[in-house]
């Protein structure tokens, strides 16, 4: 997991909006997807089985010191927002993102974000002895940076058939998956998060003039 999104380039066919959704669409069936030693690399993708609702539109910050995680897949497709969105930009209302997709994850100082424009709604838990623990959580991103450690890891799958997180993305989309992963200082921008079950000990949720 690691790297910047790539960012779709070009200009709209036509000059209008939907070329430039076509060069989305386009873009994820390219997503490449690469490791950087000692690194965390992940190119531009995201969760279409990750998510099942319409998003907001607003981005929110996720870190954490650490994170282990068993059951590890990474796929790339399109989040959508419902029509007429104020969020929606010049995008269409979608946003290409990378889905990350683990069975079991346990989480260090988990931190959570969102700009309100002015304060922010901020969310902190796990930062005693007991750690935040996830089943089946999907993260849906734009951005995400640490130092990561992969085991068993496989990648150039395709999306279709992957089955360490039991998550499937579309046919013909590049993946990756492994059967264990560390990072460590995790950072995301994420557009939406999913799980089987989420505990968080020490749950905090409060405004801040400061996110994470």
Known sequence: MASEATQASGAAV????PGRVRLRRAAVMAVPAALVAAGLAIFTAQGALGVQFAISGMPFTVTATQ??????????DLDHMIDGSPNAGDTGGQVLVVTSAIKDATLTRLCQSVDLGGTNLLITAGGGSHKVRAADLTTDSTELSGDAAFRHIEIGNDASTLTEAGVKGKPGVFSQQADHVHIDRLRQTNYATTAGVFRLPGLKLRFSDSGC
């Open 14 to 17: 036509g000059g209008g909006r």
């Open 67 to 76: 994170l282990d995680g068993t059951g590890f897949e990474q796929f790339g």
